[in-house]
Every structure is written in C-alpha cells, then in structure tokens.
C-alpha cells in the first residue's frame, strides 16, 4: 500500500526550531516531487515548500522563506522540512506530499498532488 508517514512537529516556543520527516511506503520517492503543506484552523490549506525530485532543487512560498528548509535523502526514501525561527502564526497542521512532476519541477498547487501525508500539529506558543 502507497502511503506517506509523518513524524515529528509538537510544541515549541517562538523561535524554536523542529524537523518534519514524511517517509514513503510502498513506492520509491526517487521520482517524485515532494510538497509541504500547511492548514490553520479557519484557514485554507496552504502550500509552504517544494523539493524537486532531481538535484533537489527547492521552492518556498514567501512566509517561510529564509526559515525552512527542505531536504530529501532518497536512500531512506524520506524527505524532511526543518523550521527555524517559528513563529506564532506557523501554528498549522503540517501536510506533506507527493506528486508525478517533471524532473526539474515541483509546485505550491495541492490539486498537483497524489498522495498525502496524515498530517502533524505543529504549535508555536509561549
């Protein structure tokens, strides 16, 4: 069965730091495109980063840039979102995802994505 794992997020205070992981199963990442995701209560889901499927090259959405970072480590058929300098208003539910791109391409679009992570709170908070 194809699927995506999360792990991590949980409670951190304003400046903190926390790494995501979505790890595959069932299906080899090597050629997919892998997006992050995020969804505040009231909010609409919102793409944050994108990690292409060769070379790695990565995109991030304005709010996160200089803060996030996505990485992939194919070998362990994982892909990983670390957040540095959180901020209150990253509190969301966390999303990742993956999608049949070209090799050169990933994209903030959710509608682009096939499968989908279960999702992990991440809460910023004094």
């Known amino acids: 069965q194809e699927q995506l794992v999360q792990s991590g997020g949980g409670l951190v205070q304003p400046g903190g730091a926390l790494t995501l992981s979505c790890a595959a199963s069932?299906?080899?990442?090597?050629?997919?495109?892998v997006g992050w995701f995020r969804q505040a209560p009231g909010m609409e889901r919102e793409g944050v980063a994108c990690?292409?499927?060769?070379?790695?090259?990565?995109l991030y959405t304005d709010p996160v840039k200089g803060r996030f970072t996505v990485s992939r480590d194919d070998a362990r058929n994982t892909v990983y979102l670390k957040m540095d300098s959180l901020k209150p208003e990253d509190t969301a539910l966390y999303y990742c995802?993956?999608?049949?791109?070209?090799?050169?391409?990933?994209?903030?679009?959710?509608?682009?994505?096939?499968?989908w992570g279960q999702g992990t709170q991440v809460t910023v908070s004094s």
């Open positions: 995802a993956a999608a049949p791109l070209g090799a050169w391409t990933c994209s903030h679009q959710s509608t682009e994505y096939d499968y």
């Open positions: 069932g299906f080899s990442l090597r050629n997919w495109a």
């Open positions: 990690i292409t499927h060769n070379e790695g090259f990565a």
